[in-house]
């Protein structure tokens, strides 16, 4: 493409050379190949489902560790879709949506920003609160949503109250840094990393100032980081060329939870546990998170044992072909591996995913997908299997369980080093979705998901996990549900 004089200054300003824009330009026009899914991954068939005395084993080798340990939360999504039905009620002035405004207002008082919202609303409008339940007004939706009150349609979702208790109200954030407490506590300290955004950077900083006030025994230790500009990814029109908007201004967008590989990978500890920001619940049903947490966390400091215990022998000059290939083939990778081969494929992060039963999850799950002759474990979303292909998609409909985003990460090799993740990265695994800006139809670009192609050559491991630890929230009507009252 010809660059104009402003794109060059953009592309300097978002550190994207010509080289990376013109790469994703032609894979636009290429595509991406679809994965090839030979089989679901079920109970004794990739995923273990654990018995009760490797549950207590697991934990125990868990809280026995001298490791260091983070817990990383992506948090830098805006909660602007979970009001989605609500935004349509405001937009309509009142005209459209009525069984989402009879729904909302029936169980208002319910909601955990209750109080902060008929404060808000009291203060700016003047009127009775009371009343305008009464009347299911629709300024009390503008109020939460708006500037005009709690702002909550431009919040991240980790700084929305979510659940009440006794004497106050917790955000997902707050029910991170409790969580952290109570299972990635190491002598007494704590490390949490979030992902945010840079425009709500400032906003988390002090909510979480104000948090960690509360555990003044426990040395809690909060940093943040931002989605790097460089991954964002170019938008194209249907043809394929460049889209610029209204000023002319080459299109750029955030490419997905793929981008923040880039920001785990700047960490350091011996492993680091991921699970969304959304994904909590209160304190009465928390025991089973932590129990679950630590089970997978003693479940991948076995699997580095082993791990370790080979590359040593292996240095050492023993032949290990036979053990390798077995101890592989548990961690999601089969293969006529070489002596060679099976040095490299052990030396690499490993990670320990929770899936839990399928009862109608849209989203990815756990297969064995082929490659190269090489049969691996990987966890698949919908857009990257074959959609004409009815093989394809008879296989993808018999899975069995689906991935939480549960997940224990082991980043140090045997020496105690750390990986550059980003040679563990599949970038054959980007895909193409489509959008609207400003009511014209766009392309967009997302890197590798973090836990899809970003992992993809990470060996794998899958433990079920009780159902009762996904509890995501997709609309605020889900806040209603009996595991986040």
Known sequence: MILEEPDYALLKEKDISQEQLQHQLE????????????????????ILRLSEEMIQ?????????????????PASGAASRMFKNLFTVLDSKGKQGQETVAAFFKEIQQFAFFDDLRQSFESENGGSFNEALKNKDVEVIASLLTEKGLNYGTL?????????????????????IEEGVRYAQKEGVVKIHFTVSPAHLENFQAHVEESRAIYPEVNIQIDFSTQKESTDTVAVDMGNVPFRDENGKLLFRPAGHGALLENLNQ????????????????????????????VLAGVLLQYQEKTFS???????GEELVSEGRQLLSEMGIKGDFSPEEVSSYLNRPIRVCGMVK?????????????????ESLQIVETAQVDQTNTAQQTIFEKSTHFNPVDIVCGLKNYKGEKFDLLKYRDNDTDFITEKSYQGKQIKAMELPGLWNGSMAD???????VPLITFNPVKTVMDLLKSNHR
């Open 27 to 46: 894979r636009f026009k290429r595509g991406f190949e679809a994965l090839k899914i030979t089989s679901p991954a079920t109970v004794d068939h990739g």
């Open 57 to 73: 084993n697991a934990i125990d080798r868990y809280e026995a560790s001298e490791i260091e340990v983070l817990k990383f939360v």
């Open 156 to 176: 991240p979702k980790g700084l929305l109250r979510f659940h009440r208790y006794d004497d106050d109200a917790r955000t997902p954030a707050q029910e991170h």
């Open 267 to 294: 960490l350091n500890a011996d492993i680091i546990f991921i699970k969304n920001i959304d994904n909590v619940v209160p304190d009465r049903l928390k025991e089973t998170t932590i129990r679950y947490k630590k």
């Open 310 to 316: 080979l590359m040593e022998r292996a240095k050492g």
């Open 358 to 374: 399928n009862e109608g999850d849209t989203g990815g799950g756990p297969f064995w997908i082929i490659s190269d002759g090489i």
């Open 458 to 464: 990470w060996n794998t491991i899958f433990v079920e």
